[in-house]
């Protein structure tokens, strides 16, 4: 009977996508691993590959269309035998139901691709595998993931397996977060109240709402309070000039924000309770400086992570650093690069401007607002006005996490570092 193809999910915040390209057209025959298409989620551009074989008898879905809903019907696949009149002739049929939810549910990346094997879910440090949907929802649920057989590709535990399990559940489910106003009916009153104006209707895309909803979502949950501090950069731009003056040969010159990611990773390192996440019932404390920087895009931002940056020299970081925003622009990245760490950077220095608050990123403990460097008179050592380059930084913090007095350890640190740069050479 033929088999639907679904609309996966390609992350774990994606509801709907875009199907922006099919790389197959009906009457191809396809294998399992071969890509099909390239779909768009709240995030990047990512490639969907085929888990079963078999001949794709009709295409549901047009190339382009957007707001797809996760699992909809986006293809139909043709078994060996199978003709386009079987669609026609009878309802079409899902795959079984796991081995379907498990085409809908792989990441493939550009690094590699998932395969169907069989193997256990777990791996040699007792980790259970499981797609982003299935954790979510089991930890809706309340269930315990360990106790769930997996269906998927190489074990994995898929949305399929969560629902039809029986396992009990790990722990009471928390209690549901209060709504707001529905936002059809807050989105009728402003359009009457503009209803006489000229305007231009802009529709939301996946990336737009996403980030809508995790800064609402921050906002109303994370207890923020703000460290404010001015660093002297005099040094740093010494420093900076001598370094590149050197690199010249090599095509390497280093940013300012190539110091402050340097900066901060070694601030975390050196006050490690600050270098945490929030976890709902708990706190993680991170061992290694995963550093998060914002990365602004048309239409919305991304957040792509340096990972280990504290054992990074200077130069690796600047190179990873513009990889990461070169494909985060062209809405390369995979979820694993822009998922995680613990602290985030936000630089608005190159805008102008010179001082503002940063929302903190869940489940980052804090995040640091940069803005420029400006020339102002200051007091020196000997009680002397004379002229410095000042930067103002804020550090937005997540009061749960970090409280004051350990945010002002943490804020020195960064302070102490870029305002003595050799030292992020040690």
Known sequence: MPIEILMPALSPTMEDGTLA???????????????????????????????????IGRILVAEGTSNVKVNDPIAVLLEDGESTDDISDGPVATAPKAQATA???????????????????????????ASPLARRLADQKGLDLSQITGS????????????????????????????????????????????????????????????????????????????RREIRLDALLRFRKQINDQLAPRGVKLSINDFIIKACAEALQQVPVANAVWAGDRILQLTPSDVAVAVAIEGGLFTPVLKDAHQKTLSALSAEMKDLATRARDRKLAPHEYQGGSFAISNLGMFGIENFDAVINP??????????????PVVNEKGDITIATVMSVTLSVDHRVIDGALGAELLNAIVDGLENPIALLA
Do not use: C
Not at 48 to 54: K, L, Q, Y
Not at 103 to 129: I, L, M, Y
């Open 152 to 227: 998927g590709p190489r074990g994995r535990i898929v949305k399929a397996d969560v629902e039809a399990s029986t396992a009990q559940p790990a722990a009471p489910a928390a209690a549901p977060v209060e709504k707001a106003p529905q936002a059809a009916a807050a989105s009728d009153a402003v359009l009457k109240t503009y209803a006489d104006r000229p305007h231009t209707e802009i529709a939301l895309d996946g990336m737009r709402r996403t980030v809508a909803a995790r800064l609402t979502e921050a906002k109303q949950t994370i207890p923020h309070f703000y460290l």
């Open 103 to 129: 085409a809908a549910e792989a990441v493939p990346t550009s690094g590699g691709s998932e395969k169907a094997a069989p193997s256990a879910r777990r791996n040699d440090t007792g980790r259970v595998f």
């Open 363 to 376: 489940p980052h403990g804090a995040i640091l607002a940069v803005g420029a460097g400006i020339k102002k």
């Open 21 to 55: 390209k099919w790389l197959v057209k009906e009457g191809d025959t396809v294998s399992s691993g071969d890509v099909i298409a390239e779909i768009e989620t709240d995030k990047a551009t990512m490639e969907f590959e085929a888990v079963d074989e078999g001949t």
